[in-house]
């Protein structure tokens, strides 16, 4: 019992070896056990002479993201449809990962597997990397002897979230990127170029046009200020950002804000009702109760006013009320939703209503990016030509004051 015990405290560690086998050829290969001395005692049973042995390094590489996450989902859930089992699955995508973070991770998750522990509770130990959500859809596949069936499901929530993500962040940054590209382009002009203006104007002898005069006084204001102008706007948005993340309140004002914003504002709520609908629809499918689906739910959608009216929804429904009636009561969700929903709760296929209504959102959110991304072009090139052009303007007319005199 003891000399078991040690054993299976031994921890594994990866090593990569070198060696020769009978025939003299080379032989290069990884292996997981104890120490160097174990590798080279199971290598030399199977008729290979090892020349070099080291640890695996694991250290550095870069952080985990959700990405990196759903590759894993996906190949485990290929892997074990081709029947591959658990334990194999794990290292075969341990070693194929290129980030060495998510290849330790990987690794103790598959140890704790091996010595008894279920894969959903060795992923509830990482709750940084695998959300409730994650782990109930696990747990569900385990005990209906369907894990493989729903890691796919849970591939394919994973990807069609992502892509939401992906477009909603592409055409919240391109608007952003260009507009600090141009405040950066207007400080340089502000500061380098418009006190060589001012120099060439001094010595006009005549009375400058308001506009020029206004444009040289900003100069000066930024040539004196331009630490405090810098300073002031990076600080605000570091803090802004922050508190956006940190402070429950600050979280459901701007939420709230956001649906509130033309144009922006409807692509928002497109989003957050396809995560939403996308999130119940994969839960219930997985043949989680309504009640406990309903608590990754919110989370999922990405707005507050959608974690509210779900938290809402879920009391309602642990009383007895009809999810239908219940959607409809906060008024946050579109009518095609609540009338996919009464359809599928009438006909007992409410998980593929609610897959129906996750796709149909995400077509629309693909559309108004695209949408989005046509209106903004013109919109932002107003802006800057009117900018830029009102500066060269201002600084052009007391030249052609000055021809007049002439």
Not at 139 to 168: H, P, S, W
Request: hydrophobic residues 45%; positive net charge.
């Amino acid at each position: 019992m003891a000399t078991a015990a040690a054993v299976k405290s031994i921890k594994e560690i990866v090593f990569e070896y070198e060696g020769k086998d009978k025939n003299g050829k080379v032989v290069r290969g990884e292996m997981r056990a104890g120490g160097e001395a174990m590798v080279s005692a199971s290598l030399r049973r199977q008729g290979i002479l090892t020349t070099k042995v080291k640890k695996r390094r694991m250290s550095g590489g870069k952080s985990i993201k959700q990405k990196d996450i759903a590759i894993f989902t996906r190949q485990l859930s290929t892997m074990m449809r081709a029947g591959v089992p658990l334990i194999q699955s794990f290292d075969i995508v341990a070693r194929g990962s290129p980030n060495p973070k998510l290849t330790r991770l990987l690794t103790e998750i598959r140890s704790d597997v091996e010595t008894g522990t279920s894969l959903s509770s060795a992923f509830r130990k990482h709750p940084l990397y695998f959300d409730a959500l994650y782990c109930n859809l696990v747990e569900a596949g385990e005990a209906g002897g369907i894990l493989e069936t729903l890691l796919d499901r849970l591939a394919v929530y994973q990807e069609k979230t992502m892509a939401i993500k992906n477009k909603i962040r592409s055409a919240m940054i391109y608007p952003v990127a260009v507009m600090v590209v141009a405040f950066v382009v207007l400080a340089i002009i502000m500061i380098f170029v418009i006190p060589s203006f001012k120099d060439v104007f001094s010595s006009f002898g005549a009375d400058l046009p308001a506009p020029t005069l206004m444009v040289i006084a900003m100069s000066e204001f930024f040539v004196k200020y331009w630490y405090l102008i810098f300073g002031i706007l990076g600080g605000g948005a570091y803090f802004f950002f922050e508190s956006w993340k940190r402070s429950e309140k600050m979280q459901h004002a701007m939420d709230r804000l956001l649906l509130r914003v033309p144009v922006f504002g409807d692509l928002v709520r497109k989003s957050a009702v396809a995560r939403w609908t996308r999130t119940l629809s994969t839960m219930f499918a997985a043949g989680v109760p309504l009640v406990e689906a309903l608590d990754s739910v919110g989370g999922a959608s990405g707005n507050a006013v959608y974690a509210d009216a779900t938290a809402q929804i879920q009391k309602d429904v642990s009383t007895g009320a009809a999810l239908t009636t219940s959607m409809q009561t906060t008024g946050v969700f579109p009518n095609m939703v609540l009338q996919m929903c009464a359809i599928g709760e009438e006909s007992g296929s409410l998980d593929a209503m609610l897959g129906k209504a996750a796709e149909f959102y995400e077509d629309e959110v693909d559309e108004a990016v695209k949408g989005l991304s046509t209106l903004m072009e013109p919109f932002i090139i107003v802006i800057l030509g009117t900018l830029i052009g009102g500066i060269v303007v201002s600084m052009y007319l007391p030249i052609f004051k000055l021809g007049q005199v002439v």
